[in-house]
């Protein structure tokens, strides 16, 4: 038997790309369009932490799910076809973690780890090749199951 793969899009991520495919779209950035999609993205991939209720948890997810399907339409009725794609690429993996009850907004474990190195970088100062090191040595043990 596999084991069963879970994906999650990086909620994080969503809203800042959506701006890019905006901008393939030729939507000028703070227009109407732009805003109304973008925070609209913002407010969809704002996640509560701890809630645990699990009917709270699916009507949350219900309702989000049906304000990313305004947007979609908002955006095919605007003709903007690369945001429509990513959009449409990115529904499917976006509510992976809550729905299954994982820590975090992200699978990636590579995702989780950024933060702790480009604090340790910034804050602590560590070098970039020290930094790259440590996370080298890391992602082994998290996907070859290396230790060090």
């Known amino acids: 038997?596999?084991?069963?793969?879970?994906?999650?899009?990086?909620?994080?991520?969503?809203?800042?790309?959506?701006?890019?495919?905006?901008?393939?779209?030729?939507?000028?950035?703070?227009?109407?369009?732009?805003?109304?999609?973008?925070?609209?993205?913002?407010?969809?991939?704002?996640?509560?932490?701890?809630?645990?209720?699990?009917?709270?948890?699916?009507?949350?997810i219900s309702s989000k799910r049906m304000r990313l399907q305004e947007i979609i339409e908002f955006c095919m009725e605007k003709k903007l076809t690369h945001t429509?794609?990513?959009?449409?690429?990115?529904?499917?993996?976006?509510?992976?973690?809550?729905?299954n009850r994982l820590q975090g907004k992200t699978t990636s474990r590579v995702e989780r780890l950024f933060r702790t190195v480009n604090m340790r970088v910034n804050v602590s100062k560590w070098s970039m090749d020290g930094a790259l090191n440590v996370t080298k040595v890391r992602l082994a043990y998290y996907y070859n199951g290396f230790d060090a």
């Not at 429509?84 to 729905?99: C, K, P």
């Open 1 to 60: 038997m596999s084991p069963i793969l879970l994906f999650q899009r990086c909620l994080w991520h969503i809203p800042y790309q959506a701006q890019y495919v905006l901008w393939q779209d030729k939507v000028k950035r703070k227009s109407v369009e732009w805003l109304h999609v973008v925070a609209e993205l913002m407010e969809i991939c704002s996640i509560r932490p701890l809630v645990d209720c699990q009917d709270t948890i699916q009507e949350m």
């Open 84 to 99: 429509v794609s990513y959009l449409e690429n990115a529904r499917g993996d976006m509510f992976t973690a809550i729905e």
